[in-house]
């Protein structure tokens, strides 16, 4: 069974840092590109960025928003994604959902999400 | 960037009736290299995560009942339910993965009459 459990997520003030862990299992994570997606406040779905397998380089795509600030990595040996923030904006408060592609879509699969708050 | 645009942003149904949303996107999402559309839809509720239904525009998930079904091509998209149910409550959201970023559209909420 797919699992995808995000953790991480808390009270920050505007200006400040977070780190946003994904443990993966139910499937080969090193295969697969992952991301993140949020979803603020009363809003739709938003796409954060995402991490291609290291055989393809593993390159990093970001929304506008959020590149030079949002660095997302992944570490294959333990099936775990990362999604540093920093320089962070009350417009970032959001939760936070980790996703996996498995072949159907970039985003077949989803997390239970994390809850980031920014705000003095 | 590729934009997704829902309608409506909201729609009332009665129960067992058909609920269609529709979702235009400002290019084609057809990937030639292997003839597939590149659009997925999914459905979120409160408090959960949002679960995918359709993707390649039109092949339903594992799982999903068959009442939901996923049709168009090119730019013009719709996701219909043919029947209604209490448990459909939810917002839908079509989603591109042909260009990057990978936009959404910005949800179409459906309720009950």
């Known amino acids: 069974e797919v699992q995808l459990v995000e953790s991480g997520g808390a009270l920050v003030k505007p200006g400040g840092s977070l780190r946003l862990s994904c443990e993966a299992s139910g499937f080969t994570f090193s295969n697969v590109w992952m991301s993140w997606v949020r979803q603020a406040p009363g809003k739709g779905l938003e796409w954060v960025g995402r991490i291609k397998r290291i055989s393809d380089g593993g390159p990093t795509d970001y929304a506008a928003p959020v590149k030079g600030r949002f660095t997302i990595s992944r570490d294959d040996s333990r099936d775990t994604l990362s999604l540093q923030m920093n320089s962070l904006k009350t417009e970032d408060t959001a939760v936070y959902y980790c996703?996996?592609?498995?072949?159907?879509?970039?985003?077949?699969?989803w997390g239970q999400g994390t809850l980031v708050t920014v705000s003095s | 960037d590729i934009v997704l645009t829902q309608s409506p942003d909201s729609l009332a149904v009665s129960l067992g009736e058909r609920a269609t949303i529709n979702c235009k996107s400002s290019q084609s999402v057809l990937y030639s290299f292997n003839n597939k559309t590149l659009l997925a839809w999914y459905q979120k509720k409160p408090g959960q995560p949002p679960k995918q239904l359709i993707y390649s525009a039109s092949i339903r998930d594992f799982g999903v009942p068959d009442r939901f079904s996923g049709s168009g091509s090119g730019t013009d998209f719709t996701l219909t339910i043919s029947s209604l149910q209490a448990e459909d409550v939810a917002v839908y959201y079509c989603?591109?993965?042909?260009?990057?970023?990978?936009?959404f559209g910005g949800g179409t909420k459906v309720e009950i009459k």
């Open positions: 989603q591109q993965y042909y260009g990057t970023p990978p936009a």
């Open positions: 996703t996996a592609g498995l072949g159907k879509s970039d985003t077949d699969y």
